[in-house]
């Protein structure tokens, strides 16, 4: 490939990460001023897991996603991503780690200046140098796409957009670069129903298409019962529960028994158990045409 | 070094070629083969994924692409494969990635002719705007309970406090500027004496306060315009007008107000300050004693030069503070426009003051305050 030689002297890449947790928080604290956000906070994600990281608002969802990426410094404690320590190097060190993981701020975070594709097209120019424009717009086009937004929305500027478009404009560019590791917060507030139920089938697919280990802030009840693998319980400045959600019905923890034994909570379990009841029955109708055909 | 995907062409017997890929076909690693794909001449009849260990939906992507550009057959994916060849089929996609642009033909004039109209426009508004400032201020005057006190407080102090040392120095320096320039000039008559006049007469009628106009211009305007704007891209003003708050009362009345009451004091403060820096700069270099030249300032300089100082400089402050605001306030959609409405209002301000001044100058003289 000697039109390409000029590229041998892109950074080598890491392969795929095959360790058991791509995420590993240990003994995390953070501190603004006086006020205690995290205190000993650990936390293990698995390979390949879609976890649910539930809490109330302001128990520090968002400020742990922002320790494990690397944009808040702990006070103390240990974040390993992908095998790398991101509290003891600089951010800029840890290109290797950024390039394979995806962000969803909560806000958005969409660069006002650029149009969806534009937004979406910017990693894979930072990242990849050698992808031509043209397979970089295709991508940026699927992408937007894929994210569940119109064709017309690709051209349109942060400003133009509704609430929910913006979000789903943010996942598209959390997405651009196939990360291993997708981090989304919160994203089917502001979504309708429908869209948000497309939303949840989505990231299930990409996390068993591409084996996605996806950490997943969510206040949606129905979005944890669709599709985490587990769910970890954030309250009292630590991680206080991981596991399925029959697991944590188990637990004896006011918040946890609150969480999900409130209304709402039976609302969506009643509506999860409704939905396999009636696979279960389509899936006995089947059968035998299955059978025979 | 990377390890790009490979791929190889065989020749098949019945018609067409085959494209086998193979390795990782995924984003970090298609780059290369994906370019020199584009251009491959030679049809295809099937695009085949046996070899691939690893695929994303970019490395679906290329291979359906190909595919599709060929109108080949996929053989060999695995499920993955094929579910991602789904996944990115479904939404594929010509869509434009910037809003289509005008030939340059048509650009360049509409751009002129727009702004030219928005420059008509902007006169009318900026008069509006003033108009609203004052029905603000109408409407605190009869509800002075309405009047934000703190805010202007916290104005002034910006304006007004924060500034003082940046604008002692510039004065300072430009005192000693004037006043070394000055005698160099005027020794040559025999006249250094009237070095004194000069510092002190140019200091108080002009440089003081349009100094401190443009640099209260830079430093003050120029936050009022990014205040605001970013403000109104947040959609704080908005949310503000929704509850009943007047966003003119809120956040412009305080900041033109403290400009205006901030001018004249900083305006002065600039005067004094330079004719120091004169004192100190006539004291070492022209054997004229530091407070001999205070003294004689007081016999050479008449009152109305202070005037003149003190009349212009509330309407710089205006006019700063006004600039900024309207600037402000003009933000709409993006990031980028605070930073253009930001450097807009300051360059106006600047501009308007320098402009002003100029006709200052000609009225003064020809009441005959000269
Ligand atoms: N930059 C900051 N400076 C000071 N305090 C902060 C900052 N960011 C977050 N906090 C505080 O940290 C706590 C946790 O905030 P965080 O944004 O993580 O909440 P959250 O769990 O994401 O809530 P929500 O569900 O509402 O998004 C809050 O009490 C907040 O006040
Ligand atoms: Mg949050």
Redesign the pocket.
Known sequence: MSVFDHLSDLPDLPARFTGDYPIMVEGLTNR??D?V?HENLSLKVRRGEVLGVV??????????MRSIIGLQRPAEGRVEVLGRDITAADLDQNIGVRRRWGVLF?GGALFSTLTVGENVEVPLRQYYPEIVDDLRHEIARYKVRLSGLPDAATSKYPSELSGGMKKRAGVARALALDPELLFLD?PTAGLDPIGAAAFDRLTRDLAETLGLTVFL?T?DLDTLHEICDRVAV?ADKRVIAVGTIPELLASDHPWIQEYFNGPRGRAAMESKERAVHKAKAAMDKDAPRGDTG | MRDWAEYSIAQADGGGASLAFSGRLVVSTVGPIDHELRDLETPLASVDLANVTEMDTVGAWVAWRIARDHGAQITGASETAARLIDAVKSSASDAEIVPPRRPLAERVPLAVGEMVYAWGGGIVNLLGFLGAILVAMGQTIRHPSRFRLRSLVHQLELVGVNSLGIIGLMSFLIGIVIAQQGAVQLRQFGAEIYTINLTGRLTLRELGVLMTAIMVAGRSGSAFAAQIGTMKLTEEVDAMRTIGVSPVEALVLPRVMAAVLMMPLLGFFSAVVGIIGGAFLADLALDIPFFTFLRRIQEVVPLHDVWVGLVKAPVFGLIVGLAGCYQGMQVKSNAEEVGRRTTMAVVHAIFMVIVLDAFFAIFFTEIGWD
Do not use: R, T
């Open positions: 603004f001023g006020q956000v809490g109330g608002s302001g128990s520090g969802k968002s400020v742990l909560q919160e802030i206040h954030l």
